[in-house]
């Protein structure tokens, strides 16, 4: 499980970031804009909807509830300052994905039994992306963690985040995480679709084919 980040770059649109993403086998997209206005937010996800439907990828927005209930795509991310998420659940409707942020074994557990779909957890490291930084977790905090949850009953999906690498794939995949997040080291590559397929090629355990 691969969640792309969406993050604002010199280099490239949002469009062509996801474009890439999606080439390189991303199917589950996370449009993050923060600072931006609603109706920029608005905007750019009308733009990401046909692509993301005409790839069979999953498009969450991050902390817009409101965009999410306009152009009803896939669901949204919301960090432990945003909206409730039972609060949401209410206006999105029991079809939507519903993901929150969490830093600590605590963070998760208080949402057994709620109707929510998956946590990202982090971060791994220092990263660039996010302003206020909850304290990194590194290899051993996510190891701990998860053990802590599982072992309290809850199977919510873990998605670790922040910071994360290619190289860093395998030794995370190994904590007993879900999946992984990604934004700036696939943005950053030489070649953000090859990257993004190495990162595929590690999570699936096989050659990725980005022609099927």
Same mark, same amino acid.
């Given at each position: 499980m691969l969640q792309f980040i969406t993050h604002p770059s010199e280099k490239y649109s949002i469009a062509e970031e996801v474009q890439m993403a999606i080439e390189g086998g991303c199917r589950w997209i996370q449009l993050r804009m923060k600072g931006a206005s609603d109706e920029e937010v608005l905007h750019t996800a009308a733009e990401l909807i046909d692509m993301c439907r005409e790839n069979d990828a999953f498009l969450i927005v991050d902390d817009r509830v409101n965009v999410v209930n306009e152009l009803k795509v896939s669901g949204v991310h919301l960090g432990k300052d945003d909206m409730d998420p039972m609060e949401a659940r209410e206006l999105l409707g029991p079809d939507a994905i519903i993901g929150i942020t969490a830093n600590t074994a605590d963070?998760? #557990?208080?949402?057994?039994?709620k109707d929510v779909d998956y946590v990202g957890l982090g971060p791994f490291r220092y990263t660039s992306t996010k302003e206020k930084l909850s304290p990194v977790l590194g290899l051993e905090g996510y190891a701990e963690i998860v053990k802590k949850v599982r072992d309290a009953g809850v199977e919510l999906p873990i998605?670790?985040?922040?910071? #994360? !690498? +290619?190289?860093?794939?395998? *030794? +995370?995949?190994? !904590?007993?995480?879900?999946? #992984?997040?990604?934004?700036?080291? #696939?943005?950053?590559? *030489?070649? *953000?679709v090859l990257y993004t397929s190495k990162i595929m090629e590690k999570l699936l355990g096989i050659p990725y084919d980005k022609a099927d």
């Open positions: 963070d998760i #557990i208080k949402y057994k039994g998605v670790a985040i922040g910071g #994360i !690498t +290619l190289e860093d794939v395998e *030794p +995370l995949m190994k !904590t007993g995480v879900n999946g #992984i997040a990604v934004s700036g080291s #696939i943005i950053n590559a *030489p070649d *953000p």
